[in-house]
């Protein structure tokens, strides 16, 4: 009987999610099915395709993870003062699928630049209301195990498009144009889901904020603003996924297999994220985001001194794990410490200063591959996630949460 119990209340507890949240979820996946298909051949079509260098695929993901999150903010702001998030969302999903062509018919590595600028401005305009979207339908006590579920759907997505690109890439000699191609179907898809799926909440809409003032950003409050300091830290030393498959490269893994690190990372993450979302419901999530950063840690360490092939597998699986403990708990506990009224911003202001900072975090961690040693970015990003911790740990209070 007791064994049966857990069971029976986690099933409640999906039926009792809302449906935007099922929806959302949905769309992330067939988003994801495309976006990690495409990156999980990107470092590799650039390098072994276009001829680029590792400093020029720094550059890349720095410039597109960093230039097109000042829209974050205003996204987010804009669907506080707006209260219509939906539109904003279906705007920056449909931005990222036009622009899937540009990676398919790209014949030097700027038009791989102006593609990826292309899908991270979308991604810039759709996160902040999104995640926001997930807020407005949610009570407090279901949001763990709500931005669990979307991640694990959208994880979904993320596992399957990498399953399938190395398929292609086997079977067609590997052709890596033909992956984007499939990657834009599966784009489509996710916007059709959007705009017909979603309703707009009476919360999102009557509830209005002005548009960003000084204040605003005083009224978010200190819990929220060291949040930002440990995540700014932490992100300092999180570079693109990109540098994770060039050391599989870099140790002896064949290009054609190489997505299917991307594909065990996956499999853990989507296996983990709604049930540690659900136990952050329970234990409090300060405490379970700590632990991912302590982990993050321990795997850039293996990632640096890792020396033979078998032994990659279990650092991206454990790599997953970190995905699953911390990115929708990092969604529900900002969601936490931000007014209702000022969630959209709480969301923007939070991926504007990841993202500004992924821009030196990735120039440097490619300068440093190709001038010293590919050990040190690792290094350093295991050492600043245990910085990170730490400030998360003594510097966020966990009373008074905000419904």
């Known amino acids: 009987m007791s064994s049966h119990k857990p069971s029976v209340q986690s099933k409640k507890r999906l039926k009792n999610i809302h449906r935007n949240v099922w929806i959302l979820g949905l769309v992330s996946l067939f988003t994801d099915f495309g976006t990690k298909a495409i990156q999980s051949i ?79 401005l979308g991604k810039g305009i759709r996160v902040a209301p999104r995640n926001a979207l997930v807020a407005d339908v949610t009570p407090i006590e279901q949001r763990g195990a709500a931005y669990g579920l979307r991640q694990t759907l959208d994880t979904i997505g993320a596992f399957s498009g990498p399953l399938v690109a190395t398929i292609i890439l086997l079977i067609s000699g590997q052709n890596f144009r033909l992956v984007f191609w499939v990657a834009l179907v599966s784009g489509i898809i996710s916007v059709c889901l959007l705009v017909k799926g979603i309703r707009e909440t009476p919360s999102s809409k009557e509830k209005r904020s002005k548009l960003i003032q000084w204040d605003t950003f005083q009224q978010l409050g200190r819990n929220y603003w060291v949040l930002v300091l440990a995540a700014t830290l932490f992100n300092l030393g999180h570079f693109s996924d990109a540098f994770l498959l ?31 979302g659900l136990l952050s419901d329970r234990m409090g999530r300060k405490q379970l985001l700590v632990v991912a950063f302590w982990l993050f840690s321990l795997v850039y360490l293996g990632f640096a001194w890792v020396q033979q092939p078998q032994q990659i597998w279990g650092l991206f699986a454990l790599y997953g794990v970190y995905l699953g403990m911390s990115q929708g708990i990092l969604l529900a506990l900002v969601a936490d410490v931000t007014p209702s009224e000022l969630r959209g911003t709480g969301f923007g202001v939070i991926n504007l200063v990841i993202g500004i900072i992924l821009l030196p975090a990735n120039l440097l961690a490619g300068f440093v591959w190709e001038t010293a040693n590919p050990q040190i970015p690792f290094l350093l990003g295991s050492f600043l996630a245990i910085l990170a911790s730490f400030i998360l740990l003594l510097g966020v209070r966990q009373r008074n949460m905000i419904p």
Not at 76 to 94: N, P
Not at 246 to 273: D, E
């Open 42 to 120: 990107l470092p590799l079509f650039l390098v072994s395709v276009l001829g680029a260098n590792v400093s020029i695929i720094g550059l890349i993901e720095g410039i597109a993870e960093s230039t097109a999150s000042i829209l974050k903010l205003f996204s987010g702001a804009l669907s506080d003062y707006w209260g219509r998030r939906k539109e904003l969302a279906i705007l920056g999903y449909g931005l990222s699928t036009a622009i899937i062509p540009l990676f398919a018919l790209a014949n030097s590595p700027l038009w791989v630049l102006v593609a990826r600028f292309g899908d991270r």
């Open 246 to 276: 060039l050391k599989a490269q870099h140790i002896g893994i064949a290009n054609a297999w190489i997505p299917l690190s991307m594909i065990v990372m996956n499999f853990s993450y989507m296996l983990s994220a709604y049930p540690l």
